[in-house]
C-alpha cells in the first residue's frame, strides 16, 4: 500500500473512532466494544506483525481506538459537571477568556475562575464596557444549562465542548476601572483585539447603517451590528454565509480572490499567494476566533490542491486538517455545526465540482467568458451547498429557493467590495481625506448587496421551512456520495 493509502486510512479510522464516541458513548456495548477492538488488534499484530496488510488493519483500530478515548474523555467531563449541583454559590477571580459578545439587549462574557479547569457564561448589560484579558471579581449563583424541552438542540453540550459549564444568574462584578484596568489576557491576541476593535469603529464613523454593518462582517466577520430584520433576510436568501467566519465563506471567497488575481494579470502561482494573503488578513482582522482559523486552514488546503491542479485528489489534506481539529477537540464533530459546514463545503467542492465542470467545460466555451465565470461561480456554490444542505435542514429548518440566484447576483462583487473596505480603514489611520473617498466607492457595492438581498428576501417563496430527520441526513449522503462515486468512475 502507498503511504498515502495508508494515512487516508488511518484518518478516516480515527474519525470513525471520534464519531462513534460522539453518538453512542456511554452506551455500554460501544464502550467494550472498543475496548476489545482496541485489544484483538495488539495480538492481531503480534501475531502477524510480518503481514503488511494485517499491520495497516491493527494499526486503523489502534487509531479508531484512539480516536473513541480521546472523546470519551471530553464526554466524562461533561457528564460530570451535568451531574453536579444544580445551583453554586460562587465568588472569587479570574480573567475574561475571550472576546465578548455583544447581542440584542446585553453581552456574553466567558469568564474563567482561577485555579479551574471551567469556565462561566456571564450575561451582563452591553453598556458597560468589558474586554478579553481583563481581571475581574464576580459573585454570583452559577446554575448548570438547561436544554429546552421543545428543541433537539443540546445546548449544555454545545457550551461544553468550549469547557463552559456554568451559567451567572444575577452577576455581582467589580467595576475592572475601579481599581484599574488590568489585562491579563494574551498579549499578542490582545493586540490583534484591539486593532480590530478601532476597526469596527472607523467602519461605523465613515459608513452609515447597515451598510457599515455588512462590511464589517465582510471585514473582521459576524453579523451582530446588523439590525434584526436585515439578518433575517440574510437567512432568508442564503447569504449568511458571507457574513460568517466559516469555510463556507472562505472556500467560496478564495476562489474569487484566485480568479480576480488572475483577471488582474498575475500568473496562476503569484495568484494563489494572493488569494492565501487575503485569507489570513481577514482571519487576522476577526481576531483568531477556532472558527476562522478552521476555516483559514480549510480554505488554504483548497487553494493549495487547485494550484497544483490536484483537486479531486485533496483528500488527505482535508482529512489531515480535520484529523488535527478532532485530536484538540474532539467534540467539534458532534458539537459545533461551524465545524461540519467547513469540512462538508470543503469535500462538496473537492468531490462535485470537477464532475461538473468536466460536464459543462465544452458547452460553456460557446459562450462569452462573462457567462463562463458567473457559471463557474453558480457551479462552486451549488457543489458546497448540496453536500451541506442536509446540515442546515436539521439544524436550521430552513431551504433557501433564492439562495442560488443570491450567490450569482453577490458574490462577483464580494471581492472588489472587500478590496475597498480594506482600503477605506487603512486609509482612516493615515489620511482622513482619502479614507472619506475610499468610503464613498465602497458604499456603492454594499449598498447594491443590501438592497438585492433585501429584494430576494421578500420575494413570496423566497424560502421553505424543512426540516430533516438524522435518518434523512444519512440517506442524503449515501446516496450523495454514491453518485460521486458513481460519476467519477464513469
Known amino acids: 500500500m502507498y503511504k498515502a493509502e495508508i494515512f487516508l486510512l488511518s484518518s478516516l479510522s480515527f474519525i470513525f473512532g471520534v464519531f462513534s464516541a460522539s453518538f453512542f458513548y456511554p452506551d455500554i456495548f460501544s464502550v467494550s466494544l472498543s475496548r476489545f477492538i482496541l485489544i484483538l488488534a495488539i495480538i492481531l499484530f503480534f501475531v502477524f506483525y510480518k503481514n503488511k496488510i494485517v499491520a495497516v488493519i491493527c494499526f486503523c483500530f489502534v487509531i479508531c481506538a484512539f480516536g473513541f478515548w480521546l472523546t470519551e474523555r471530553k464526554i466524562d467531563k461533561i457528564f460530570f459537571f451535568k451531574n453536579s449541583a444544580p445551583q453554586i454559590d460562587f465568588s472569587g477571580s479570574g480573567i475574561i477568556v475571550a472576546e465578548p459578545k455583544i447581542k440584542d439587549k446585553y453581552q456574553e462574557i466567558i469568564f474563567k475562575p482561577d485555579n ?21 471579581r464576580l459573585a454570583c449563583q452559577l446554575e448548570i444549562p438547561k436544554n429546552k424541552e421543545d428543541s433537539d438542540f443540546d445546548y449544555q453540550s454545545y457550551l461544553a465542548k468550549d469547557d463552559i459549564f456554568y451559567l451567572c ?24 483585539v ?9 467602519i461605523f464613523a465613515l459608513i452609515s447603517s447597515p451598510e457599515s454593518g455588512l462590511l464589517e462582517g465582510l471585514i473582521i466577520g459576524g453579523n451582530d451590528k446588523l439590525s434584526k430584520e436585515v439578518q433575517d433576510n440574510f437567512s ?11 469555510g463556507y465563506n472562505i472556500t467560496i471567497v478564495a476562489q474569487y ?7 488582474l494579470g498575475l500568473w496562476r502561482r503569484q495568484a494563489f499567494w494572493f488569494a492565501v494573503l487575503g485569507i489570513w488578513i481577514f482571519i487576522l482582522m476577526t481576531g483568531f476566533p477556532s472558527s476562522a482559523i478552521r476555516a483559514g486552514a480549510m480554505g488554504t488546503l483548497l487553494l493549495w490542491a487547485m494550484k497544483n491542479g490536484r483537486l479531486a485528489n485533496a483528500q488527505n489534506a482535508i482529512l489531515c486538517s480535520a484529523v488535527v481539529m478532532l485530536i484538540w477537540n474532539p467534540l467539534l464533530l458532534r458539537y459545533d455545526v461551524g465545524f461540519q459546514l467547513s469540512f462538508l463545503a470543503t469535500i462538496g467542492i473537492v468531490y462535485s465540482y470537477p464532475l461538473i465542470e468536466n460536464y459543462t467545460r465544452e458547452r460553456l466555451q460557446k459562450f462569452p467568458e462573462t457567462v463562463s465565470f458567473l457559471a463557474e461561480i453558480l457551479f462552486l456554490s451549488l457543489s458546497a451547498q448540496i453536500f451541506v444542505l442536509p446540515i442546515i435542514l436539521f439544524n436550521f429548518q430552513k431551504l433557501s429557493v433564492i439562495s442560488p440566484l443570491a450567490n450569482i447576483l453577490i458574490l462577483p462583487i464580494l471581492p472588489i467590495t472587500m478590496l475597498l473596505g480594506f482600503l477605506t480603514v487603512a486609509a482612516s489611520f493615515i489620511f482622513h481625506p482619502l479614507a472619506i473617498f475610499f468610503s464613498w466607492l465602497a458604499y456603492i457595492p454594499l449598498r447594491y448587496e443590501i438592497l438585492t438581498i433585501n429584494y430576494l428576501a421578500n420575494l413570496k417563496y423566497s424560502f421553505l421551512e424543512i426540516s430533516l430527520s438524522w435518518i434523512g441526513v444519512v440517506a442524503w449522503y449515501v446516496i450523495l456520495m ?3 462515486v458513481y460519476f467519477r468512475k464513469k
Open 116 to 136: 479551574n479547569n471551567f469556565s462561566i457564561l456571564i450575561q451582563e448589560s452591553k453598556y458597560q464596557e468589558y474586554f478579553y484579558g481583563d481581571e475581574l
Open 194 to 202: 484591539k486593532i480590530k476593535n478601532k476597526f469596527s469603529a472607523n
Open 257 to 263: 480572490l484566485m480568479l480576480l488575481g488572475i483577471f
Open 236 to 246: 432568508r436568501a442564503g447569504m449568511t454565509h458571507i457574513v460568517a467566519v466559516s
Open 169 to 192: 444568574k444575577k452577576p455581582q462584578i467589580e467595576d475592572p476601572s475601579a481599581s484599574g484596568r488590568k489585562n491579563s489576557g494574551n498579549k499578542f491576541y490582545s493586540t490583534i
Open 482 to 484: 454514491g453518485l460521486v
